[in-house]
């Protein structure tokens, strides 16, 4: 018999989340932004149905709930914290990308490779 092992994935500009399960040493945390533009005012959130946990080693998990959540980029000058909304918020550049409802996510920041400093830089938005 074969069974299916493929993980969810989702992105949204330079906010990538990958289906995960929960570590047990993570703990609750408040809604924040995911991401900022360094260069452009802009905040990567994650909206709806969803709970925010945070590990040792600062990396965020997002528990989405049965109605589902969204990664949206909006403009920070104009959200107004409203985290909990399952509205489609007016869009900074991306569209936003849906989370599947009932699932855990691990939150990452899109990097890319420097071959000649033979580093990891984070991507600046």
Known sequence: MKTNTQKYFAHNGDVQAVESKMP???????????????????????????????????????AVGGDGAMLQHVHESIFKGNYGTTQVLSKADHNPTVLAPNKTYKIGIHKRYNPFQKVWDKVID
Do not use: Q, R
């Not at 260069?39 to 998990?61: A, Q, R």
């Open 24 to 62: 047990v040493s993570v703990k609750k945390t408040s809604h924040k932004p995911l991401a900022y533009g360094e260069k452009s005012g802009h905040i990567h959130i994650c909206t709806g149905d969803v709970e925010l946990f945070e590990d040792e080693k600062g990396n965020i998990y997002a």
